[in-house]
């Protein structure tokens, strides 16, 4: 219990941190947009439980996006994205002679600070921050001589940092008001699930995002 206190503490201070950089800033700079987005996802999956395998799936996600101008040449990207995906693996990766994994699924929150730049309607972004995270599953199926049974494990994602880049379009459509499309993607620097039983082994999921929204010009 100690030692998840400690570790509550390190996170804490971590988002802490970001925070403060993210302020700092944004104290020097004026918003020039703010968006609202939402959309669909696929991902690919890797562990190495029991060997190697991969798997793929689908997800979705929605997020609050902010540019400010700083610098002539650049402007800092401020975003926070709540993501769900889920992804069915090619191959079992077995837990015992019965059970095995066959899917996992992922869910976190956001919050990203970057570096953006703008040609005529397209922007190009290259982000970073720290990925919060939620209780998420990890599917075990069970086989028996009659049957095939899954349990959907409960399995926390894990705190850490991450990393991203995106490219997007967007057209003014009345006004202030842009409509607003973006492909993205992050890999979170660190193996995506901290829960018991699974610590020893490591988890990796590479998303592809396509958001859609309505951006507010200031």
């Not at 798997?55 to 540019?67: E, K, N, P, R």
């Not at 990393?163 to 057209?171: D, H, P, R």
């Not at 610590?199 to 200031?218: H, K, Q, R, S, T």
């Amino acid at each position: 219990m100690e030692f998840r206190r400690i570790r509550t503490y390190k996170y804490w201070f971590r988002i802490q941190a970001l925070i403060l950089l993210v302020s700092s800033l944004c104290s020097a700079a004026s918003i020039k947009t703010i968006s609202l987005e939402s959309g669909l996802s696929g991902s690919i999956s890797y562990t190495d439980y029991d060997g190697a395998h991969f798997g793929a799936g689908t997800g979705y996600q929605y997020g609050l996006y902010s540019v400010w101008d700083i610098k002539k040449d650049w402007e800092l990207s401020v975003s926070i994205q709540n993501i769900t995906l889920e992804q069915a693996l090619y191959t079992r990766a077995d837990v015992s002679n019965t059970e095995s994994i066959q899917h996992l699924q992922q869910k976190w929150t956001l919050l990203g600070v970057g570096a953006q730049w703008t040609k005529d309607f397209w922007f190009y972004e290259y982000a970073g921050g720290f990925a919060i995270g939620d209780n998420s599953q990890i599917g075990l199926d069970t086989e028996t001589a009659s049957s095939n049974k899954r349990t959907n494990l409960r399995a926390r994602t894990t705190n850490f940092f991450f990393v991203g880049a995106s490219i997007g379009y967007q057209k003014e459509i009345y006004k202030r008001w842009n409509v607003v499309s973006r492909l993205q993607t992050f890999f979170v620097l660190d193996s995506i699930y901290k829960t018991d039983g699974f610590d020893d082994n490591f988890f990796a999921v590479l998303p592809f995002m396509f958001n859609i929204g309505f951006e507010y010009n200031y």
